[in-house]
């Protein structure tokens, strides 16, 4: 698992823990002495913000849960999978293209990175050179052909 990508989600979730556990607690207290909460624009703000740090917080926790869980051990060392870089010859436009199978943290299409949850990165998942998929995308469907992968292992090596 890419260290970078799991300490972004640790200073994310240390500055929102602070904001969830000092400063927005404070900001409460300041929009309480200012009387009737019934309409009181800065405590339902404050209460509002407490709402969306304490969900965000929980999503946060949990994806860096399922990032701990990744086992190298368990990706595949001859098929498409969580690393991989892979030539994909598109049969409906009669083109290569190159991506790698990242996680939605650091997926970039522009770069060529492309989430292994994204509908091109789960149709290629599992796949070997020479294999043909056809994937739903929001543009429509399109048919690719597995030409070259490189796993996460050749990276390694």
Same mark, same amino acid.
């Given at each position: 698992?890419?260290?970078?990508?799991?300490?972004?989600?640790?200073?994310?979730?240390?500055? =929102?823990?602070?904001? =969830?556990?000092?400063?927005?607690?404070?900001?409460?207290? $300041?929009?309480?002495?200012?009387?009737? =909460?019934?309409?009181?624009?800065?405590?339902?703000?404050?209460?509002? $913000?407490?709402?969306?740090?304490?969900?965000?917080?929980?999503?946060?926790?949990?994806?860096? *849960?399922?990032? &701990?869980?990744?086992?190298?051990?368990?990706?595949? $060392?001859?098929? @498409? *999978?969580?690393? &991989?870089?892979?030539?994909? #010859?598109?049969?409906?436009?009669?083109?290569?293209? %190159?991506?790698?199978?990242? %996680? &939605?943290?650091?997926?970039?299409?522009?770069? +060529?990175?492309?989430?292994?949850?994204?509908?091109?990165?789960?149709?290629?998942?599992?796949?070997?050179? +020479?294999?043909?998929?056809?994937? %739903?995308?929001?543009?429509? &469907?399109?048919?690719?052909?597995?030409? @070259?992968?490189?796993?996460? #292992?050749?990276?390694?090596?």
């Amino acid at each position: 698992m890419p260290i970078d990508i799991v300490k972004k989600l640790q200073d994310e979730i240390q500055a =929102l823990e602070r904001e =969830l556990n000092l400063e927005l607690p404070k900001e409460l207290q $300041r929009a309480r002495a200012l009387g009737d =909460l019934s309409e009181n624009a800065e405590f339902h703000m404050a209460k509002q $913000r407490q709402d969306i740090v304490g969900a965000r917080l929980v999503q946060l926790k949990r994806r860096l *849960a399922d990032l &701990s869980l990744i086992n190298l051990n368990n990706i595949p $060392r001859d098929r @498409a *999978a969580f690393g &991989s870089r892979v030539i994909l #010859y598109d049969l409906d436009r009669d083109a290569e293209v %190159t991506y790698k199978l990242v %996680t &939605s943290e650091e997926a970039d299409l522009s770069k +060529g990175l492309i989430s292994t949850t994204s509908p091109i990165g789960r149709g290629v998942m599992g796949k070997q050179v +020479g294999d043909t998929v056809k994937i %739903t995308t929001p543009n429509g &469907s399109r048919e690719f052909e597995v030409r @070259a992968l490189q796993t996460i #292992y050749d990276d390694l090596e």
